[in-house]
């Protein structure tokens, strides 16, 4: 008997992000967290300054819902069960000064383009 045990593949969900400028899919595990997909996001965009940002889902009722980062992706409040899964990556926050606070060119990019439109 091994010392090692594999990790069994737990099931699997699609979901799709819409940047400012670039669709993302991505395969997410059933069990995965708000902060998960988060992560994976800003590091397939190689975006540091994260806390400016958030993904924001259209729920039940066509309101738009922020993804709570602390609780798993499918049991977010009234989130549509449809495939794929359908996120918004966007400015959540707005700092004094752009240009003092903004160090990262990727952040002052998003930030043009969610403004822009």
């Known amino acids: 008997m091994s010392l090692f045990r594999r990790k069994k593949p737990g099931r699997v969900f699609p979901v799709k992000i819409n940047t400012m400028d670039a669709e993302l899919e991505f395969s997410l595990d059933s069990k995965?967290?708000?902060q998960d997909l988060f992560d994976l996001v800003c590091r397939t965009i190689g975006l540091r300054e994260t806390w400016y940002?958030?993904?924001q889902y259209q729920d039940t009722k066509d309101?738009?819902?922020w993804l709570k980062l602390d609780k798993k992706v499918l049991e977010q409040p009234d989130i549509q069960?449809?495939?794929p899964l359908h996120f918004d990556f966007m400015v959540k926050?707005?700092?004094e000064d752009v240009s003092e606070e903004l160090v990262q060119e990727i952040t002052q990019h998003l930030f043009y383009l969610q403004?822009?439109?």
Do not use: S, V
Request: hydrophobic share 45%; charged share 15%.
């Open 93 to 95: 926050f707005y700092p």
């Open 115 to 117: 403004i822009k439109d």
């Open 53 to 55: 940002f958030g993904l």
């Open 63 to 65: 309101h738009p819902a």
């Open 81 to 83: 069960k449809i495939t």
């Open 32 to 34: 995965a967290l708000g």
